[in-house]
């Protein structure tokens, strides 16, 4: 009833109700009471009949087994010695070991050796085109701050000129005066309408109106 | 007097079953006798697909060192794994194995007498 045990093992919650599990299709019979529960009534003075054996199968097994046991006991206590006589033909003394780990020692470290020397070529091959292709990135890069550097000069050197030229008009001290008398004497109008899209709107009517406004 | 619990360990070497529902397939593995059936095993010795193939063998591999190894260290053996070892040869038949065999060749026998029997009958009734 091995496929049954996933559902008859959980003791408390099969503990429902008595008869009936929890699945309702399988009877759980083994947590259908609680320990502690008496033997019921009827059960108290029953007396399990023991299982019938057949006389003869059972001294036949009785020598099988006793046949059985001995000669398997025999196999394990062999194959037992076998295996500490081979353990023990394997064995080696403590020098033996030594010169064994040395002879691996020196063999692991001549192998190291080859292969460094054949990554070393490869590497060395890689190193080679890495430095080459550094170098031109380093290349570019100064050449390109040098050009930069050129530019903001230039620029700088255009900057100088216009204000060179600007310099010209420069409101002074000595000219100060003559500069206010000019802003002063030029007088704008700004009595005009202008349309929603910023056009100054200058009808003859309204010019007339504003002049004759001015007369009054 | 209650019993005392036997909470011995050791270690067994024994079935455990994979496969599918109307599809067994079992792993012959070793662990200790009260883990799990199916844990993850400190060993496996081999499989055992006890459905028959097309040539009607049921196929069975073991690994014998490490079967020699386990035994070496003391591992029991449960019963159909020694009755599959047994058939196999590395160790004697096993006596369940003689025993099947014996109420097989009874049945096989009864079988036969009876269908002498139903034989003579009709033989009987006919003549």
Same mark, same amino acid.
């Given at each position: ?216 | ?8 360990? #050791?270690?067994?070497?024994? &079935?455990? *079953? ?5 599809? +067994?397939?079992? $792993?012959?593995?070793? =662990? ?33 060192? #490490?079967?020699?190894?386990? &035994?070496? *260290? ?5 019963? +159909?794994?020694? $009755?599959?070892?047994? =058939? ?40």
């Amino acid at each position: 009833m091995s496929f049954l045990s996933g559902l008859t093992s959980k003791a408390p919650k099969a503990f429902t109700g008595l008869g009936v599990g929890k699945t309702g299709l399988i009877q759980c019979v083994r947590w259908r009471k609680p320990r502690w529960l008496p033997k019921a009534p009827s059960k108290i003075f029953k007396v399990r009949k023991p299982t019938p054996i057949d006389p003869e199968e059972d001294a036949m097994l009785k020598k099988h087994f006793h046949h059985y046991r001995t000669v398997v006991r025999a196999i394990r206590s062999f194959l037992l010695k076998e295996d500490i006589a081979k353990m023990s033909k394997e064995a080696i003394t403590v020098e033996e070991k030594q010169q064994l780990a040395q002879q691996e020692w020196e063999w692991v470290i001549a192998e190291n050796y080859k292969w460094n020397k054949t990554i070393a070529v490869v590497r060395e091959a890689r190193q080679r085109i890495e430095e080459a292709q550094r170098k031109d990135l380093q290349e570019r890069i100064v050449k390109r701050d040098e050009e930069e550097r050129l530019k903001v000069l230039i620029e700088a050197e255009q900057e100088v000129l216009r204000e060179k030229e600007a310099a010209a008009t420069f409101i002074t001290p000595e000219n100060l005066d003559i500069e206010i008398e000019k802003v002063l004497n030029t007088r704008t109008d700004y009595e005009f309408a202008i349309t929603e899209n910023g056009f100054r709107v200058e009808t003859e009517t309204e010019l007339e109106k504003v002049s004759q406004n001015s007369k009054n | 007097m209650p019993s005392i619990p036997d909470k011995s360990t #050791r270690f067994m070497i024994r &079935l455990a *079953r994979w496969g599918c529902t109307n599809r +067994p397939f079992y $792993h012959i593995v070793v =662990l200790p006798n009260r883990k799990p059936r199916n844990m993850r095993p400190h060993d496996q010795l081999g499989s055992i697909d006890p459905m028959t193939n097309l040539y009607g063998e049921v196929l069975v591999s073991i690994n014998f060192d #490490r079967l020699k190894y386990w &035994l070496n *260290r003391g591992a029991h053996i449960s019963k +159909p794994v020694e $009755h599959m070892l047994g =058939l196999a040869g590395f160790l004697p038949v096993h006596p369940t194995s003689y025993l099947q065999a014996m109420r097989n060749r009874k049945k096989a026998e009864q079988q036969i007498a009876e269908s002498m029997k139903e034989e003579k009958k009709s033989v009987g009734g006919q003549s």
